[in-house]
């Protein structure tokens, strides 16, 4: 641990130039978050004319009628015009908030909210809390409108919205609450670590962060997404044969196998499982029941069961607390530099003695252009596990010696092709922009992998007979 520390203070003594050079954070602030707006909005300009071609790509010609694929591309049209507006709109509107300073403004507003009710500036997690609500309410009513028009106009136009306006209302009030009763006390703990570890809070906040993480694996599914939508044991039938057939033959630790009401809300459909490593729950859209037959969705299921098989959300998990650890590790060199928060309009009362969700807070806005390049790297990552599970899938006769099994490959991209026919996925896309949005190869890629597993399969066959 000692040597942990040593590292750690030889890393602040590089940075030190944070409080000592005289540097305008806002205005870099300023052209990180535009030049990172501005290469989305690039990048959204890269796939836009795509979305006017009139055939698909000629992996998917057989399996893409003309109705279809016109569908697909207006909805892509759509979606991309949608997101140009918006993320300019919500960039506008954060560089306006940060020239102004609305965030030294809800500060004060925290501290004048803490003072009706008899607590002064010395109270820090309490203002902070406050802080946080005047933020949050701030920064949320905008972008009330844009989520409505994404519900009520865009997904009602290409015929995925099932949401009424008050479940909307309700959902709404329902995540609002959701992130006060959770994030309220999760903020005042993440504060009350960094107050109580002094300078050597980085081990003691990663194992905070971990134990939240985990402790949210077990809260979401069984606590806060059934206020959402409405999770029923899966019926009796061929498709909950087949998935327990598979879990069994697997060993995959299956507890619960859950039907979820997906088309509550949208006509898009999916399949996940989550739990702790020795209890694990399957969760199956009523969507996707309803479009694929119960070959194909065991199919999905098989490729889903590759990720635990190959471990991979533990290692994703293992690659965030890296990441985790370099925020947390460079973050002294500005929560000690009083500079830092004078040049986001913060008093000289205020700059100090820096609050720390403040500081955090502005210091996340400096690495934005690192955690854009980070989500492409991670991106890359994720793309290259879901070559693996989809490789899995095709080689599950193998693994367990069941003939049965032998077409896996093919139902997974029948059920592939069924889901992006049904969701209205993009066909043609843009290579540089996948890299940036994309945490999934497209479909043509994945065909293509599929098809060149088959063949290889077909091949090692051919050899032993």
């Known amino acids: 641990m000692d040597l942990l520390h040593s590292q750690l203070a030889a890393l602040q003594q590089k940075l030190s130039f944070v409080a000592t050079d005289p540097i305008d954070w806002k205005f870099y602030v300023q052209a990180f978050s535009w030049g990172v707006t501005l290469f989305e909005s690039y990048l959204l300009l890269r796939q836009y004319p795509l979305y006017s071609k009139t055939s698909p790509p000629e992996v998917l010609a057989h399996h893409f009628d003309a109705a279809a694929f016109t569908k697909s591309q207006n909805y892509g049209k759509d979606k991309a015009k949608f997101s140009l507006v918006t993320g300019l709109f919500k960039q506008a509107l954060d560089s306006v908030m940060l020239h102004y300073g609305l965030y030294a403004f809800a500060w004060d507003m925290g501290g004048r909210t803490i003072a009706y009710f008899g607590y002064g500036s010395e109270y820090e997690i309490s203002q902070s809390l406050a802080f946080a609500i005047v933020l949050f309410i701030i920064s949320s009513l905008p972008s009330i409108p844009l989520s409505a028009y994404q519900t009520f106009v865009l997904e009602e136009k290409h015929g995925f919205n099932k949401t009424t306006p008050m479940l909307f209302v309700t959902d709404l009030l329902k995540s609002w609450a959701i992130g006060f009763v959770i994030g309220m006390p999760f903020l005042a703990a993440f504060l009350y670590v960094f107050g109580w570890a002094g300078d050597r809070f980085v081990p003691w906040l990663m194992a905070f962060l971990l134990a939240f993480q985990i402790m949210m ?204 026919v049904k969701n209205l996925s993009t066909l043609w896309v843009d290579w540089l922009y996948s890299a940036y949005h994309h945490s999934h190869p497209t479909l043509t890629e994945r065909l293509k992998a599929l098809q060149a597993f088959q063949s290889k399969r077909d091949g090692a066959a051919k050899k032993e007979l």
């Open 217 to 420: 694996v077990i809260i979401y599914p069984t606590v806060i997404q059934p206020l959402f939508n409405k999770l029923s044991p899966l019926k009796e039938g061929e498709l909950r044969t087949r998935t327990e057939s598979l879990a069994s033959k697997l060993k995959f630790p299956l507890t619960h196998l859950y039907e979820i009401d997906g088309s509550k809300r949208s006509s898009h459909s999916n399949a996940y499982f989550f739990g702790l490593p020795w209890s694990k729950h399957i969760v199956i859209f009523d969507t996707l029941i309803k479009e694929s037959k119960p070959d194909e969705v065991e199919a999905v299921l098989a490729h889903e069961l590759g990720h635990w098989y190959y471990m991979h959300p533990t290692k994703l998990l293992c690659v965030s607390q890296v990441h985790i650890f370099t925020i947390l590790a460079m973050f002294p060199a500005f929560l000690h530099a009083p500079q830092f928060l004078r040049a986001f309009d913060f008093s000289e009362a205020v700059s100090v003695r820096p609050p720390t969700i403040v500081a955090f807070l502005l210091f996340q806005m400096i690495l934005s252009p690192l955690e854009a390049v980070i989500g492409i790297a991670l991106n890359f990552l994720s793309r290259q596990f879901e070559w693996q599970a989809d490789r899995f899938a095709c080689e599950i006769e193998e693994r367990l010696s069941d003939p049965e099994m032998k077409d896996m490959g093919e139902r997974l991209s029948r059920a592939l092709i069924t889901l992006h």
